[in-house]
């Protein structure tokens, strides 16, 4: 692994500054996974570092930035239809400088399409290149000519990147980047690069940093956060890693995501266990109920390994909650697939399910596969699983009802007086507080609910 440290590009800064004659303005906007919300956190870190003011209006900004998903198509086809919309802002303000960075711009037949159909974007740079965001800035300042760059692998694991992030309470920390699992319906790895741990001494820095700081909840973030500390020298899991960042003294809580069935081990549930400051749930994405499909989508774990990981944490961990990803008609899926879908849906009792359907991704294995369903078909399935998981979700839910509980207080709910906050377990209550709660945790006694949304009122 190569690792390097953010340097302060000085140069870069000067051109700037000498190219406008006020402070220039750049507005962020983040699609796709936190990963990616953390790199916009950065991104906004490093253009504050050369020079730039951070804009919550497009409108107003000298700099539009869209730092892009590539998971699923549709999210493509919302940044290019976002992109398109610039179109008229570009014309009233010609100096306007456009980019696109993230995981859709490390695929070269995107950065083809850029070229060939957007002449109005101005900048594009891979998942890799937020460190050489001022150079980039200032080589298009002094040429006519765009700046579309070829993505490239850097599979480099960069330090201390200054970063401006979006609360003062709850925090991202990658642990680690890119994935190696190769799933077949997936482009992370292939737009993301191998994975690459950071130094648990690194992890550790940044995240006594935030709890000196005041942050409450820090999310640990990786594709596959149990296979961190592969590659090291030094001889560290992600069960190690936990119990080290538990020893900082504060009052704190942690997340993580996501774990990755295939390794999540026994470890680690124990360290769930023994360790309070890390919350009691987990995410532990199935994406299928069928061995074949399982098979077919190569996740390396089955049905029967799946429910005897999650039957050790239910005993080892009382009141563990789960969550999980379902893709609905991959590539083959038949009736008789998706039913022993539904089946482990109905058995686990989820509290949250993120659901998908299958969207092909070109370059991938799944791409390749034949595909019979059609998509009414596959709409079909996945009303079906909405429909259960509603009704599981709200007996979850309901059954909380009663209880007194921690929350974090995340912020204003829509009714006016009422508070949001969010319970170990992930779930959602709205009471009623004064706003100076936000960003601490409170007491709140659940009295009811609302479908999938706890309520509750302030326990005395
Ligand atoms: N690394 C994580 C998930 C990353 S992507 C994991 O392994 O669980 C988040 C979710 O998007 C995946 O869990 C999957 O359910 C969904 N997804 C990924 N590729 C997809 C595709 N081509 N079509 C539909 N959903 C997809
Ligand atoms: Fe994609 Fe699989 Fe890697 Fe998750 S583990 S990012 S689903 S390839
Ligand atoms: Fe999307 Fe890239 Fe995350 S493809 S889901 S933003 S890793």
Known sequence: MEKSVYTHDAASAAAIAAAYDEPPLAYVRSYGCQQNVNDGEKIRGVLLDCGFGITDSAENADLILFNTCAVREHAEQRVFGNVGALKRLKEKNPRLMIGLCGCMAQQPHIVEKVRSSYPYVDLVFGVDGIDTLPALIAQRLGQKKRVLQTPVERNAVVEAVPIRRDSGFRAWLPIMYGCDNFCTYCIVPYVRGRERSRLPEDVLKEFTQLVQAGYKEITLLGQNVN????????????ADLLNMLCAVPGDYQIRFMTSHPKDASHKLIDTIAAQPKICKHLHLPVQSGSDRILHEMNRHYNVEQYLELMNYAKQRVPGITFSSDIIVGFPGETEEDFAKTLELVEHVGYMQLFTFIYSK???????????PATHKEKAERMGRLLALQDKIAMQQVASMVGQ???????????????????????????????????????????????????TGELAK
């Open 404 to 454: 007194t509980v921690r929350v974090l207080v995340e912020g204003a709910a829509r009714t006016e007086g009422m508070l949001t906050g969010r319970l170990d377990n992930n779930l959602t209550v709205e009471f009623a507080a004064a706003e100076e709660m936000i960003g601490h945790y409170a007491k709140v006694s659940l009295t009811g609910a609302r479908a999938t949304v706890l």
């Open 227 to 238: 296979s961190y500390g592969k590659g090291l020298e030094v001889p560290v899991d992600f």
């Open 361 to 371: 991704r070109t370059g991938t294995r799944a791409a390749l596969m034949p595909d």
